[in-house]
Nanobody, 114 residues
Framework: QVQLVESGGGLVQPGGSLRLSCATS????????MGWYRQAPGKQRELVAG???????NYADSVKGRFTISRDNAKNTVSLSMNSLKPEDTATYYC????????WGQGTQVTVSS
């Protein structure tokens, strides 16, 4: 059974940083692209950042230059480093694995507020 487990969310002040991590089953990590999505209350879920098995990355325009996605193939984890956080980054962040199927984590809350 494939599981994605996120961690690292929390409350941070504007301008602060957080690092999210997602642990996955080894059976899919080596062949699936990974991504981070977020969903704010009343809004649609949106792609924040993605990374392919070869390490190619893509980012939403709203987070370019502030967020960095990375993957550790030895540990089967994908991370999202978030800097210069803004109140509009507040959302539930979801880890996603995309391949033959799509798998989702349970989500972790990120709140940016003073």
């Amino acid at each position: 059974q494939v599981q994605l487990v996120e961690s690292g969310g929390g409350l941070v002040q504007p301008g602060g940083s957080l690092r999210l991590s997602c642990a996955t089953s080894g059976s899919i990590f080596s062949i699936y692209s990974m991504g981070w999505y977020r969903q704010a209350p009343g809004k649609q879920r949106e792609l924040v950042a993605g990374i392919t098995t070869s390490g190619r990355t893509n980012y939403a325009d709203s987070v370019k230059g502030r967020f960095t996605i990375s993957r550790d193939n030895a540990k089967n984890t994908v991370s999202l480093s978030m800097n210069s956080l803004k109140p509009e980054d507040t959302a539930t962040y979801y880890c996603c694995a995309v391949g033959g199927k799509t798998y989702w984590g349970q989500g972790t809350q990120v709140t940016v507020s003073s």
